[in-house]
């Protein structure tokens, strides 16, 4: 991906709202001051003006999408490297911004997508009215979401596809979203999801990018395609046990061979450690330029993660597996059932309730008044199945066959949406 890309969502993942006096500033670098924002008030509050004619006609371009005028100070800050959304105590709103960052920004005889999402989000903060002082993590999260979502909506409306929305938050460290409630900022999964929202209210998903149409058969049951429950144990590696199990499924629908994928080379090569998890994009994105290796190549063993001879001799293995592409699925019902009407497998990212780790049998469901809000921990499960008659998805883990039904879950349609974050499936 294109690196001027990269430094906006860097921006994006950065960004720190906080107080200082009587200012408040809304900030994607932690170590900028807002010292130089104050000098640049007192400047522009003297006459002196810089101000960039590109990000002005930008700006006026973006309010335009919702009948408002431009009612902002744009003005150069020099020395912030950054962009900063800005309240003085007079009253005025300021976006500032650091020409020489702009300048990476800026794409000539394109339609400056960056330049566009990072003032959208500014804006958004504005619009939003965030403009209380908080030492609150919980509510600079919240800000941070409510712009992102605004900028997706400004990007579908300017003409940008669904995967120019977020595709560049792949390039991007994030919190990890376990981790997310002692960070000022939001992980990956959630941002990407406001995002996306905000996107989808003004273009509703296109299902004809979607790999299959429903078919609407009363249940399915593709688990029988892939190989027995296995168990992760103490470590983070279920995206890589999730996307093994469906690429099993898959070399097994297309080619009607059976073969033990490992997860342990997938999760390894997309960068995670004994706890640091991973995206299920990159690991997918692994599929595309990598491939898999068999498990005979590099046997799952609890605390093998740091085996680099392993991974080197692995990485030279001629015998791999790749895929073409990979979709993200609209998390619905219809769209999951018309990717298993296939017999294709579905990998996804799911909030994870505490009593969820005890469940044992039946259809799993949130306790009464349970929105989810509070569950902090996320893994992830292979979708092999659904049930129309008892409504519900069926789950093959990694946590052993002692967990639920021999290792297998269910999950009610009623708790579908918001147990679930992302969905993806494959293509050889």
């Not at 999402?117 to 919980?138: F, K, V």
């Not at 470590?235 to 994928?261: C, D, H, K, M, P």
């Not at 706890?275 to 498990?295: F, H, N, W």
């Not at 979709?327 to 990717?339: H, L």
Request: hydrophobic residues 35%.
């Amino acid at each position: 991906m294109d690196y001027k890309i990269a430094i906006l969502w860097a921006c994006f993942q950065v960004t720190w709202c906080n107080g200082h006096g009587q200012q408040f500033f809304c900030d994607y670098n932690l170590s900028s001051s807002p010292v130089r924002s104050e000098a640049c008030v007192y400047n522009q509050m003297n006459a002196y003006s810089n101000t960039d004619t590109l990000a002005r006609q930008l700006i006026t371009k973006i309010l335009s999408l919702i009948s408002l005028p431009v009612n902002f100070a744009i003005e150069p800050c020099e020395k912030i490297n950054t962009c900063r959304a800005y309240v003085y105590d007079n009253g005025i709103r300021y976006i500032f911004y650091d020409p020489q960052f702009i300048k990476q920004l800026i794409e000539p005889e394109t339609d400056n997508w960056a330049l566009l999402a990072i003032l959208a989000h500014e804006i958004g903060h504005h619009l939003c009215g965030h403009t209380l002082r908080s030492a609150d993590n919980e509510l600079h999260r919240r800000n941070e979401l409510e712009a992102d979502e605004f900028a997706g909506a400004i990007m579908a409306r300017l003409g940008a596809s669904e995967k120019q929305a977020w595709q560049s938050l792949t390039e991007v460290q994030h919190p990890l979203c376990e981790k997310e409630t002692f960070d000022s900022h939001p992980c990956f999964e959630n941002r990407k999801r406001k995002v996306l929202s905000g996107f989808r209210s003004i273009h509703k998903p296109d299902r004809s990018e979607l790999p299959g149409l429903a078919i609407n058969l009363p249940k399915v049951d593709i688990s029988r395609k892939s190989t027995p429950v296995r168990d992760q144990g103490p470590e983070a590696t279920a995206v890589g046990f999730s996307i093994a199990y469906a690429l099993e499924i898959e070399i097994q629908r297309q080619f009607n061979y059976s073969v033990q994928i490992s997860p342990r080379y997938i999760y390894n090569s997309a960068g995670g450690t004994q706890l640091s998890g991973i995206y299920i994009d990159k690991a997918l994105q692994v599929l595309i330029e990598k491939g898999a290796v068999e498990e005979s190549v590099w046997p799952y063993q609890f605390g093998d993660y740091a085996n680099i001879q392993r991974q080197k001799s692995a990485d030279t293995t001629s015998n791999r597996y790749k895929i073409k592409r990979f979709y993200q699925i609209p998390v619905d019902v219809s769209n999951f059932k018309a990717v298993l009407d296939r017999g294709k497998a579905i990998v996804i990212g799911m909030r994870l309730p505490d009593y969820f780790v005890h469940y044992t049998s039946g259809v799993f469901k949130l306790k009464p008044g349970d929105d989810c809000q509070a569950c902090y921990n996320y893994t992830s499960f292979c979708i092999v199945g659904y049930d129309d008659v008892s409504r519900n998805i069926r789950l093959k883990g990694s946590w052993g066959r002692e967990w639920g039904d021999e290792g297998y879950g269910y999950i009610s349609y009623d708790d579908f949406r918001t147990l679930i974050n992302f969905a993806y499936c494959m293509d050889l």
